[in-house]
Every structure is written in C-alpha cells, then in structure tokens.
Nanobody, 122 residues
C-alpha cells in the first residue's frame, strides 16, 4: 500500500511559478513510476507528466518546456516544478503511483493523492 500526499498548491499570477510536492509512504518508492494529472472545473482529468523508476520523464504537449518532474528517492518525494504558468493551468493537481513504468493513462495508476489546487490568475 502506498499513500500519497500532495502539497504546494496555491494562487499565482500568470507567468509565475509553483512547485508541487508529492510525499509517498512505503519503502519501495524508488520502484514506482509517479504521474501527475490535473482536473480543471467541468473537464476530465488529464495527464500532465510522469517519471519512471529510472527517472525518465514524459510530458503532455501542453506543459512541455514549462513543467519539470523530478524525484528524490531518499525523501520518498516527487516534484512538479511549474514555470510560466498560464490561466489554463488552473486545476486540481493529483499525483499517482504505479509499478516501475510510466503511463499516460490514469487507469494504469494504482495509488492516488487527494489533490492540491493550483489557481493561476490573469
């Protein structure tokens, strides 16, 4: 069982930056791929990016070049650094975990955090 807790959300002006954190329980964090997803009001949850057990990353086109995912296995934490934020990035951001290989499909993830709100004002 893996428990995930996101933090770092908040209100930021367009063009600003935020760093989200996702702290995971469990001793085998390094074996998990971690994904970030987001859900805007009235929209379906969508893939943002992911990092696999070997720290390879993959991003949605909408955030490529602006968002960066990293992990610190010693701290059981994955980060989502968000730069050049836009109002359309406003959403609840979720982290998720699955074994080893990353996926862009939310149904492939076994564990989810509770989400953290990110609001970008224009």
């Amino acid at each position: 069982q893996v428990q995930l807790v996101e933090s770092g959300g908040g209100l930021v002006q367009a063009g600003g930056s935020l760093r989200l954190s996702c702290a995971a329980s469990g001793r085998t964090f390094s074996n998990y791929a971690m994904g970030w997803f987001r859900q805007a009001p009235g929209k379906e949850r969508e893939f943002v990016g992911a990092i696999d057990w070997g720290s390879r990353t993959y991003y949605a086109d909408s955030v490529k070049g602006r968002f960066t995912i990293s992990r610190d296995n010693a701290k059981n934490t994955v980060y989502l650094q968000m730069n050049s934020l836009k109002p359309e990035d406003t959403a609840v951001y979720y982290c998720a975990a699955r074994a080893r290989l990353l996926s862009v499909t939310e149904n492939d993830y076994d564990y989810w955090g509770q989400g953290t709100q990110v609001t970008v004002s224009s």
